[in-house]
């Protein structure tokens, strides 16, 4: 919820401009590339991915959204446990972990969390708890001038903290990627940040973009950080203000499995689509759309990303990558990430910065040049 008191990606850069040099520029038909790690030895770490949307949680009334202290997965449970700050600046450990419908927006919240549809069921930390609630579930508070039943879920507006507890799942955890929403430009949410906390205690940070528009989702690239045993999201800002809510928290729990097959890179798959040379791999890919580019998956492949152009760029890691897959190559968790998270980009259903796209294509690259594990095929 957003009191009308006020109307609410990361990148590690690196070497971003070289990542997009060299992913333009090489245009044969085996790359040389930079040699950005050591193959691992017989076995790489391997794993299954997640992605926790909340999208469980289904009543017809959206009045009826559940406070919740965890969420299950195939892993097991990841506890959850949000909390939220007063109007005068204190914080109270109650649990206000709570499933908002973005689609069918309760509270102050229509004209922000409400513009977020595509998310559908987001984490929110409710603004009041779940025992005042069931005090008097027909009260009503008025932060615009209207009053508005207290019973409907709606974010607090002045600060928050929300945590996800990996301890309970067996196998070390990789953090990828959080949809955020709502992080209005300076001063209402500008001190607002992901962090994860490590199984040796030490913390990594993310920091968070604000927005003018309401309601903006912004996918945070966690770069694949292993060995996570929370998640948290503060939100906070100058003053006591803050409030947002979160999504698609995808992640991956690595265990050990023999690698399988080899790669090849870009330039094979260009060149071994069609006539004597064609690859049997390609199947009828050649001509079916990619995603809605309007383009068939070897013209693409085909087109130059001329300007340095960041679809393109991934899109010609990504493709060689699915064909490694489907020729018989295994993928490790790293690469797995960044292909799902290329793959949610495609759909239409992310925004990521360009820099996020070229550490994408980077990670991808390195798997098709058999930098990743996973062995370059001898030709």
């Known amino acids: 919820m957003k009191a009308k008191i006020m109307n609410k990606n990361l990148t590690k850069l690196g070497a971003t401009f070289l990542s997009a040099l060299f992913l333009f520029g090489c245009q044969n038909e085996e790359e040389i590339n930079p040699d950005f790690s050591a193959n691992a030895g017989q076995k790489v770490m391997d794993g299954d991915c997640y992605a926790i949307n909340f999208e469980e949680f289904t009543p017809d009334n959206p009045e009826n959204l559940p406070f919740i202290d965890h969420v299950t997965t195939p892993f097991g449970k990841v506890r959850v446990h949000n909390t939220k700050r007063s109007q005068d600046g204190d914080y109270s450990n109650t649990n206000v972990a709570r499933i908002y419908d973005t689609k069918q927006p309760t509270g102050d919240d229509a004209h922000d969390l409400g513009q977020a549809t595509m998310l559908s069921k987001i984490l929110v930390a409710n603004q009041f708890t779940e025992a005042e609630i069931a005090t008097n579930p027909d009260s009503t508070y008025s932060p615009s001038g209207n009053p508005i039943r207290i019973a409907g879920p709606n974010d607090n507006a002045w600060g928050a903290t929300m945590e996800l507890d990996f301890s309970e799942i067996k196998g070390s955890v990789m953090l990828n990627s959080i949809d955020v929403v709502d992080?209005?430009?300076?001063?209402?949410?500008?001190?607002?940040?992901?962090?994860?906390v490590l199984a040796d205690n030490s913390n990594v940070d993310f920091p968070l973009a604000t927005f003018a528009d309401e309601g903006h989702v912004q996918t945070v690239?966690?770069?694949?950080?292993?060995?996570?045993?929370k998640l948290m999201v503060i939100l906070d800002?100058?003053?006591?203000?803050?409030?947002?809510?979160?999504?698609?928290?995808?992640?991956?729990?690595?265990?050990?499995?023999?690698?399988t097959g080899c790669t090849r890179t870009q330039g094979y798959w260009k060149n071994h689509a069609t006539g004597k040379k064609k690859d049997a791999t390609?199947?009828?890919?050649?001509?079916?759309?990619?995603?809605?580019?309007?383009?068939t998956y070897l013209k693409v492949l085909e087109t130059a990303p001329k300007g340095g152009d960041a679809y393109l760029i991934l899109a010609h890691q990504y493709i060689a990558a699915k064909l490694n897959v489907m020729a018989g190559a295994s993928m490790p968790a790293e690469v797995q990430s960044a292909y799902d998270?290329?793959?949610?980009?495609?759909?239409?259903?992310s925004t990521p910065e360009r820099s996020t796209l070229l550490h994408w294509a980077?990670?991808?690259?390195?798997y098709n040049n058999g930098k990743m594990g996973v062995p370059h095929c001898d030709e």
């Open 183 to 196: 992080i209005d430009e300076s001063p209402n949410e500008n001190q607002s940040f992901v962090r994860l």
């Open 221 to 229: 690239d966690l770069r694949g950080t292993k060995n996570v045993k």
């Open 237 to 259: 800002g100058e003053g006591i203000v803050g409030s947002g809510g979160i999504d698609n928290i995808m992640f991956c729990v690595e265990t050990m499995h023999e690698i």
């Open 282 to 295: 390609w199947g009828d890919m050649t001509d079916e759309t990619f995603f809605s580019s309007g383009m």
């Open 341 to 349: 998270m290329a793959t949610a980009y495609f759909n239409g259903t």
């Open 362 to 366: 980077e990670v991808l690259d390195k």
